[in-house]
């Protein structure tokens, strides 16, 4: 069943993407699949995520990579210089078989095409990434903060004091906050 | 009537950990669910990529208590297939039977869960009780109660002589007749049938289309079980028969862990029945590869992931995590909506939520 899966979801891939991609299957011993497939343009992620979404799969987790270092290159520390590059892997399940299908975005971009409108499965990782590494998700249906209070200012890269992130919550900033906003609209939790 | 939100949370007397719902109800009815988490992100998953392989592992173990185990089990695995070396058989049924003993203390932390959300304390503390036995049980085998840090790159720490294999089997032997007791209480009480029994509903489809996980997934009738799935560890040896329910209520989901407990022991007898001979663990320290990875294991709250990219240093590149908590926090959209207010409780609890998980 197995092979016959990894079969057609190769052949759904040529089949929408034609040579626009690259993928390799590793098998372990005890039988675990895991698929590795690079695309070479980042918006053709939601058309990969239609194909498991016919094959009634669904996205085990998102991991987004700041500027990763190049795998077959010995990595040395002039790397740092270079220009920010970020690669998001989708690690995604369908018929018993694991693949991680990975892009890169264009230099200078920060936004990606949101694939929870296929897999719903995508939404919590997709809102994750976005509070933690500020990419942007283009037609998310509900792109709020999942993460972080929404009265902090993302930046690329920054650090956030874990008291911020928790909004002042266990000291006397939350208090403050609550006296300072007076009575009305007490019951929202816009004020908390 | 009227429409009105009420928040449930950050800090709430039924949730032992902190994460926020803002509803919206209608009378006493649910119509919708927000959720708003992060107030225990503590940035694991950062500090994880700044220390060497093995300081991760005593890192890892900490990220959730009662899956503990796994942390580092699924951590060692993803490494091991980077530096490209194999567990010793011996070493591979060690690891699946500290997973067992760890998988039978969670599931009964949940089944007695249930009835304390809903009020019938004296079942939790039986259920408590019971558990004791498996928390004495990892003191005397493992050093410690909770954080049991067996695993190491290549095998585990640990080994057991004949003595100690016929300890726990007695153990878990005796633990049997109690726990037939139970699962006969809670499914003959009225109390719990009517709190659980057609409350939080997820139906087999919703079940796929969120790709929920573990116990909730195999509650709504999905046979997801990555022991069976995607085996590893001993599990490609011992079968495993996955628990299904089909109903999809918090009561199918708390069927599905009582099934399981008893599961666990079958598989704990069996692995100790053919349990090989031989060295518990890879005899050298592996040279970590450059490259990527990923590994699966059953927690006991359902799927685990690891993902974890070397740059052939010994600091990892990248390392991810994906708790079977996080996925199944999506599908209480569906579980939500038409439940009253007094059933929030008890259908947060049925997910088995770990909320340190979630946030990392």
């Known amino acids: 069943m197995k092979e016959e899966a990894m079969k057609s979801f190769s052949s759904e891939m040529a089949l929408k993407l034609g040579n626009k991609f690259d993928l390799r299957w590793d098998i372990d011993k005890k039988g675990f699949v895991s698929g590795w497939c690079r695309l070479m343009d980042a918006d053709d992620i939601y058309q990969v995520a239609e194909i498991v979404a016919d094959f009634k799969g669904r996205v085990i987790t998102l991991s987004a990579l700041n500027t990763p270092s190049v795998l077959n290159e010995p990595s040395d520390a002039s790397s740092k210089n270079e220009p920010i590059k970020l690669v998001i892997n989708y690690h995604l399940y369908f018929d018993g078989i694991n693949c991680t299908v990975t892009i890169t975005l264009p230099d200078n971009e920060r936004a990606v095409r949101s694939i929870t409108p296929v897999l719903i499965s995508a939404d919590w990782h997709e809102r994750e990434m976005q509070d933690l590494f500020n990419i942007k998700l283009l037609g998310h249906p509900n792109p709020k903060r999942l993460f972080l209070d929404k009265d902090i200012h993302l930046a690329d890269h920054a650090m956030i004091p874990l008291s911020e992130a928790m909004n002042g919550a266990g000291t006397n900033t939350l208090w403050e906050k609550i006296m300072r906003s007076g009575r009305k609209d007490e019951n929202t939790d816009e004020q908390l | ?360």
């Open chain 2, 1 to 360: 009537m009227s429409s009105y939100n009420i928040p449930v949370g950050p800090i709430h007397v039924v949730l032992e950990e902190p994460i926020y719902f803002n509803l919206q109800v209608e009378g006493e009815t649910v119509i919708g669910v927000e959720i708003n988490a992060g107030h225990v992100h503590r940035g694991i998953e950062f500090l994880t990529m700044q220390r060497n392989y093995y300081q991760n592992l005593t890192l890892t173990e900490r990220v959730c208590s009662l899956c503990s185990n796994n942390h580092p089990f699924t951590y060692c695995m993803a490494v091991e297939k980077l530096a490209g070396i194999e567990v010793p058989v011996r070493g591979e049924y060690l690891r699946s039977l500290a997973d067992e003993i760890k998988r039978i203390a969670s599931h009964l932390f949940n089944i007695g869960l249930h009835p304390h959300i809903i009020g019938f304390d004296s079942m939790f503390m039986h259920a408590m009780e019971i558990r004791e036995t498996m928390q004495d049980l990892k003191e005397i085998v493992f050093g410690n109660r909770m954080n049991i840090s067996v695993n190491t790159i290549g095998g585990v720490r640990y080994n057991i002589d004949d003595e100690q294999a016929k300890y726990i089997l007695k153990t878990v032997n005796d633990l049997k007749k109690p726990l037939v007791d139970l699962a006969k209480m809670i499914k003959s009480s009225a109390s719990i049938r009517r709190r659980c029994e057609g409350v939080g509903v997820l139906t087999k489809e919703q079940a796929i289309k969120y790709g929920v996980i573990g116990p909730v997934a195999r509650g709504s009738g999905v046979p997801y079980d990555v022991r069976v799935d995607n085996p590893y560890a001993a599990y490609d040896k011992i079968k495993v028969n996955p628990v299904v329910e089909q109903n999809g209520d918090v009561y199918s989901r708390l069927l599905v862990r009582i099934g399981e407990v008893f599961e666990s022991i079958r598989i704990v007898e069996e692995l100790l029945r053919t349990l090989p001979d031989g060295p518990t663990e890879y005899p050298y320290i592996p040279d970590i590869s450059v490259g990527e990875a990923i590994a699966k294991s059953e927690a006991p709250r359902g799927e685990l992931i690891y993902y974890v990219r070397s740059n052939g240093t010994d600091i990892p590149e990248r390392i991810k995590w994906r708790v079977p908590t996080y996925q199944n926090w999506g599908a209480l959209d569906v579980m939500m909506p038409g439940c009253k207010i007094a059933d929030i409780p008890v259908i947060v609890g049925s997910i088995d939520p770990c909320i340190s998980c979630t946030e990392r």
